[in-house]
């Protein structure tokens, strides 16, 4: 027995541009037995066992990183945002998606999910992702009431990614779909491992992660929120052991005048353009700065580099490599990222676009 899925994504014009893909059901036997030919039994992360659809229709992620890898595989599936479109996110993706509720969510420091609002939405399968955390206990308190299926999927790290995709698609009935995004994935990593390994020691760039209007906050060398650095062969300046899972980990100016980056990679148009444009003074005798080698995270729709971390990041990886090391990875980003674009979001962005985008 084959179901067919469709799901649809609006191209540059706002046109719909509709994709059929076959996802052969699994449980074969077990759907034929019961007479449920477009459903199949899902058993939960708390062991609840669901005659759940094939191909659902509705689909809550209970965090942006989980809606972001929701929106990839499908974005007609979701049934509600984490938080409110910001005018960035607006332009790339779809009608759907701006007409989605408000659902909330566990992101961020103390966001929650809005729960009247989701049994109103009533979604088909929740998905969720969470780290072991006492936080954690008090979700999956809160999400074993919920009368669906709930699936747990590890994005801790964006090496996780593929295989969660590869998972997805087969869960949700979008297997061909999502196979597309995980060769993708798994192509990009294995590339930036192999560059990365060929990097000498002692050429390994200096990198200042800058975060906050003042650009003194940042995060340790083994958080997630800097983790693409590592992963280009880089070298994180600020080397720690992260107090929290939300960083943002306050330095002085001094401390950061001792590491004098190579690189400076920033999370906020206000410190870059107080540093860059404006040259403040204070900032003009570092390294990176006297080298002009700060540059500005790319992030729409979603931020390339970190917060939230998304599979936007699969791109960053490319546009992080070729700044640090742009004689060992020649490539032409506007290119590679109009692509991408096309590919993960179903949008179309002309070359004067994605340079806006990619040199704000």
């Not at 599936?77 to 332009?91: H, K, T």
């Not at 306050?250 to 040259?279: H, S």
Request: proline residues 6%; charged residues 25%; glycine residues 6%.
């Amino acid at each position: 027995m084959t179901i067919v899925c469709e799901y649809e994504y609006l191209n540059k014009k706002g046109l719909p541009c509709k994709a059929l893909f076959a996802f052969f059901v699994f449980f074969f036997a077990t759907t034929a037995l019961t007479g449920q030919s477009h459903a199949r039994e899902i058993i939960d992360m708390f062991g609840r066992r669901f005659d759940a659809p094939a191909c659902p229709k509705r689909v809550y992620g209970t965090s942006p990183p989980v809606t972001y890898v929701l929106y990839a595989i499908d974005p007609a599936m979701i049934a509600g945002l984490n938080s409110p479109l910001r005018a960035s996110e607006r332009r790339y993706l779809s009608n759907h998606m701006q007409e989605l509720p408000v659902l909330g969510g566990w992101f961020g420091q103390g966001n929650t999910p809005n729960l009247e609002m989701i049994l109103k939405v009533n979604p088909e399968v929740i998905i969720t992702s969470k780290h072991n955390s006492v936080t954690d206990n008090r979700i999956d308190k809160t999400m074993k009431t919920m009368p669906m299926p709930v699936i747990n999927v590890t994005l801790d790290t964006l090496s996780d990614y593929p295989d969660t995709l590869h998972y997805l698609g087969q869960v949700l009935g979008r297997r061909a779909r999502a196979e597309g995004l995980v060769s993708y994935a798994r192509r990009t990593l294995s590339e930036m491992a192999v560059l990365a390994a060929s990097i000498p020691a002692q050429k390994r760039v200096l990198v200042y992660y800058a975060e906050g209007v003042d650009g003194l906050n940042t995060e340790c060398d083994l958080s997630q929120h800097s983790e693409l650095i590592g992963l280009v062969g880089g070298k994180n300046v600020h080397r720690c052991q992260a107090k929290t899972l939300y960083g943002m980990e306050k330095i002085t100016f001094e401390q950061l005048m001792l590491y004098n980056p190579d690189v400076i990679v920033a999370q906020e148009k206000a410190f870059y353009d107080k540093i860059i444009k404006e040259k403040d003074p204070a900032w003009q005798n570092i390294k990176a700065v006297k080298e002009k080698r700060v540059y500005l995270i790319p992030r729409a729709p979603f931020n390339w580099f970190d917060r939230p971390p998304s599979f936007m990041r699969i791109l960053g990886l490319k546009w992080l490599m070729n700044i640090l090391y742009p004689k060992e990875y020649q490539i032409d980003i506007i290119k590679e990222a109009r692509e991408f674009y096309r590919l993960f979001l179903g949008v179309e962005v002309s070359n004067e676009e994605m340079r806006q985008i990619v040199y704000p």
